[in-house]
């Protein structure tokens, strides 16, 4: 089921799909190769180019479970940072694999801008693509600067727009619409958050940060669908609430009337999605709370391996 919000504006190469009927998967013309593109923050893209990587995590779930994978990236190299955590980076390499293409690992020994920039040079010359992090948003936009390849942005203190990515687009997955609903973040002002905000300011979504007072993101808001509360209550009627890890000088007595159990969600709505960090904190969320039933993490975080496959054919300008 498509998304209502990009009704008649799906992209044509996608136009023929359904559950019953697919089209061959496309091949690339390594001859008219379309101008690539760097995915370092969520508003670095407009709304429609954002609604086209959450759509098209939808045909890569599609293409996966039929073995029909577009070789978009065949011919190419890709750069990948080494694993912090097994999941995305072997997402990536497996993503990669199946769409035809090759990667490498690389150590992401830049310490600064100027650092970045001439590992840009250098690695663009080597690679087709590079997924990396940094401490610093300012230090990776200087190495997409002196790299004539797309990057993409695998994390930083300032941002994280793959997972916020991967969970809209599983949400779209199981409901088959993200407009109009309600993200509650119970989280910390973090790089999360920030990225959030910036979905919120490009999408049809209102996102509500619910924690304790001392840690709200009171600063401007690049989103009038975007607000900070200490009020739980505004839990009630979330469609979707993720979560971040608590703040590790924390006091947990100012915590715990944020932490999520499995009788918090009992009085919420039936059809929550509730996507919890992948190795949450006890402060932020009871463990016994995972085997709730609005418990989507593990489902939404395999589905991440979809979203990151599109993104990897939208950089390479196959969508």
């Keep these: 089921m498509r998304n209502t919000y990009m009704t008649g504006q799906r992209r044509d190469a996608h136009s023929q799909h359904s559950c019953g009927t697919m089209p061959h998967p496309r091949k690339p013309d390594m001859d008219m ?38 070789q978009a990236l065949a011919g190419r190299n890709v750069a990948l940072p080494p694993p912090a955590s097994w999941r995305h980076v072997s997402a990536f390499e497996l993503g990669i694999k199946a769409m035809g293409g090759t990667c490498a690992t690389v150590a992401p020994d830049w310490g600064d801008a100027t650092q970045a920039s001439s590992a840009g040079a250098v690695l663009g010359a080597w690679f087709d693509v590079i997924v990396a992090g940094a401490q610093q948003l300012p230090t990776l936009e200087a190495l997409a600067q002196a790299a004539p390849c797309p990057v993409i942005n695998a994390g930083t203190w300032r941002n994280q727009p793959l997972p916020v990515l991967a969970d809209l687009a599983w949400h779209l997955h199981r409901h088959g619409r993200i407009d109009g609903i309600k993200v509650c973040a119970v989280m910390p002002d973090c790089a999360r958050l920030q990225s959030w905000l910036e979905a919120a300011a490009l999408l049809p979504i209102d996102v509500v940060q619910v924690y304790a007072a001392p840690w709200l993101a009171l600063r401007p808001a690049p989103a009038t669908r975007f607000r900070a509360t200490s009020d739980v209550a505004e839990l009630a009627d979330a469609d979707l609430i993720v979560t971040a890890p608590a703040p590790r000088d924390a006091e947990r007595a100012l915590l715990a009337g944020y932490r999520i159990t499995p009788e918090r969600l009992d009085g919420l709505r039936p059809d929550l999605d509730f996507i919890a960090v992948a190795e949450p904190a006890a402060d932020t969320v009871d463990p016994s709370a995972l085997a709730h039933k609005s418990c989507t993490g593990p489902a939404a975080l395999a589905f991440g391996l979809h979203a990151q496959n599109a993104l990897l054919e939208w950089v390479v300008g196959g969508l």
């Design 33 to 70: 190769q379309a101008p690539s593109r760097d995915f370092l923050a969520l508003n670095t893209l407009d709304t429609r180019e954002l609604m086209t990587l959450i759509e098209g995590a939808q045909d890569m779930a599609r293409w996966w479970q039929a073995r029909r994978m577009p």
